[in-house]
Nanobody
Framework: QVQLVDSGGGSVQAGGSLRLSCAAS????????MGWFRHTPGREREGVAA???????TYADSVQGRFTISKDTAKDILYLQMNSLKPEDSAMYYC???????????????????WGRGTQVTVSS
């Protein structure tokens, strides 16, 4: 069982930046595809960004150009750099992983089997 610990959330003003981190315990990230998802009450969980084992990223249209996903395989840490934050970005953010080299639909939650507990991001105007 892979355990993921996500962190780095907080409260910022619109236009500000945050960097989220996701650390894997026991198992390395090598050979895994990973992603970031967010959820707010009354809405379905949506994919934000994903990266496969080859380092190829995928972004939701709503965050394209503002967010950057990356990973440090040696240290088993996944990152999400969020710039130019908007109030609509406020949500609980979760990191996820699956033991596949790549994923056909990388922003679909059902593709992933391991999940972090979540970290809250609040953007005020």
């Amino acid at each position: 069982q892979v355990q993921l610990v996500d962190s780095g959330g907080g409260s910022v003003q619109a236009g500000g930046s945050l960097r989220l981190s996701c650390a894997a315990s026991k198992y390395p990230y090598s050979g895994y595809s990973m992603g970031w998802f967010r959820h707010t009450p009354g809405r379905e969980r949506e994919g934000v960004a994903a990266i496969d084992s080859y380092g190829t990223p995928t972004y939701a249209d709503s965050v394209q150009g503002r967010f950057t996903i990356s990973k440090d395989t040696a240290k088993d840490i996944l990152y999400l750099q969020m710039n130019s934050l908007k109030p609509e970005d406020s949500a609980m953010y979760y990191c996820a992983a699956v033991p596949r080299l790549w994923v056909g639909s990388p922003l679909r939650p059902k593709e992933y089997i391991y999940w972090g507990r979540g970290t809250q991001v609040t953007v005020s105007s």
